[in-house]
């Protein structure tokens, strides 16, 4: 399968090809590029807001004054902070956060499996899946909660979920804990897909046949025991030491 160009991978080489000082104007101009690459994206302009203000708090770009920046050329480094207003427009407060995490997400998340420092953006409604790592073709499945995580989660379809597991290809988990107060992630950790057995699915009523999915079936997963590996406690945590203890589970 071959990799798709990722809005990250976009931004970056967008950013580089302009001059080493650049102002958020000429980034805008581009967004027709942007447009034509995600087409589904109907919030163009206020993700390239984010993906700069991403870029600044991973220090690969400097904040000159308001609408500038200069390039710093130097290896990126962990951002706790997210942007939720790119997320501004959507109804939902649960879209808002996901919408705005998965970006976070995108710049911040690396594989755990491999010496991948890059997680993808899967197409939407992938089944169960989130992200993928192009290198050992993981995939991942991101949970977000303004909060903290109980004794279990809400899952994807429920039937997906189940075969999933059956043919041994359940995602890796990554939990991300946020306080939306702060605009900041606190905490997040991970548990491997492949401790998700049977018997923590717990199947949800179907949706009532008046409901915009009628029928549709989804799932509860019991997480309560299950070991799993932090990642950001609230800063950052040394790749190779997370690796390390992700192999040991």
Avoid at 73 to 85: A, G, H, I, T
Wanted: with cysteine; glycine share 6%.
């Amino acid at each position: 399968m071959p990799r798709p160009t990722t809005w990250k991978v976009l931004m970056q080489e967008v950013v580089s090809g302009l001059p080493r000082e650049f102002t958020l104007t000429d980034v805008l101009e581009r967004r027709e590029l942007f447009g034509r690459r995600f087409p589904n994206n109907r919030f163009i302009d206020a993700k390239i807001r984010q993906s700069l203000q991403l870029l600044r708090d991973q220090g690969l770009l400097r904040f000159v004054k308001p609408g500038h920046y200069e390039r710093t050329d130097v290896p990126p480094v962990f951002s706790p902070l997210v942007d939720f207003s790119v997320a501004a427009p959507f109804v939902s407060s649960a879209q808002a956060a996901r919408v705005a995490l998965e970006t976070w997400a995108s710049f911040n998340l690396y594989c755990l499996d491999c010496a991948s420092d890059a997680l993808d953006p899967l197409p939407n409604n992938t089944p169960v899946a989130d992200f993928k790592c192009f290198v050992c073709e993981r995939t991942y499945q991101l949970k977000a909660k303004d909060g903290r995580f109980g004794l279990h989660i809400v899952g994807a379809a429920y039937q997906p979920t189940i075969d999933h597991i059956r043919r041994g290809e359940m995602p890796e988990h990554i939990f991300v804990e946020f306080d939306k107060r702060f605009n900041t992630v606190v905490f997040v950790d991970a548990i491997p897909g492949r401790l998700i057995t049977e018997d923590r699915v717990i199947a949800r009523k179907p949706l009532a046949v008046t409901a915009r999915r009628a029928g549709w079936q989804g799932c509860n997963i019991i997480i309560s025991g299950l070991p799993s590996v932090r990642i950001v406690a609230p800063a950052g945590i040394e790749r190779s030491k997370v690796r390390e203890e992700w192999k040991a589970l």
